[in-house]
């Protein structure tokens, strides 16, 4: 290639490049990290909504009720509201999966309050225990639950781990469910004695 032709084609190439990177790459770069910086606003705002989500609900499945004047036992403590984020959040900043999980958490909530609702239409006993065990086994498992989407937003973003060393409440809760699985456990055994046996042939 000759010297007259070389100069313009470098030339050339120099500006369709020059206006690549102008109009793509840079434009790009900018988008990237602005979504970078509203992906971890925005795990940071729902990891401080969570764990005081995860607390709320230690609260609710360490409350076994106190007896009222009639006799009946009742909650000490209110269950949470439903999980709200914040309204500024730009969701399509995060991975869809981990979108999904976090969202589909105030519906799950929803489901434990309807689940626990209805256990207590169905109990005539004035203690109410098998209510209020219903009710610390989904509060338990909502606050886990809770827990473990903060868990996969800290590792994703690098949000400090919180200090469970004076008050544990994820320990709590797996010592709740502990106990109400093993009561389950001995009540599912006692009832398999009473059955008898059928009738040999």
Not at 19 to 33: C, D, M
Not at 77 to 85: C, D, F, I, R
Not at 115 to 127: G, H, R
Not at 129 to 137: A, G, L, P
Request: glycine content about 4%; overall charge negative.
């Amino acid at each position: 290639m000759s010297d007259d032709i070389r100069g313009p084609v470098i030339s050339a190439i120099s500006g369709f490049v020059g206006v690549l990177v102008g109009t793509a790459l840079i434009p790009w770069i900018r988008g990237h990290f602005l979504r970078k910086r509203a992906a971890r606003y925005l795990a940071i705002r729902v990891v401080c909504t969570l764990d005081k989500y995860l607390e709320d609900c230690t609260d609710v499945a360490e409350d076994w009720g106190e007896e009222n004047r009639e006799g009946y036992s009742e909650a000490r403590v209110s269950a949470p509201p439903t999980p709200s984020y914040p309204a500024d959040l730009d969701w399509h900043s995060i991975d869809y999966a981990l979108m999904y999980e976090l969202l589909s958490l105030p519906a799950m909530a929803e489901k434990a309050a309807s689940i626990v609702n209805n256990a207590a239409e169905y109990v005539s006993s004035p203690d109410y225990e098998e209510v209020f065990e219903m009710r610390s086994f989904q509060y338990s498992k909502l606050g886990l639950k809770a827990f473990e989407l903060t868990q996969k937003l800290r590792r994703a973003y690098k949000i400090p781990d919180r200090d469970f060393s004076e008050w544990n409440p994820v320990s709590r809760l797996e010592q709740q469910l502990k106990e109400i699985e093993d009561r389950r456990a001995q009540r599912e055994a006692a009832h398999a004695q009473m059955i008898p046996p059928p009738p040999s042939s």
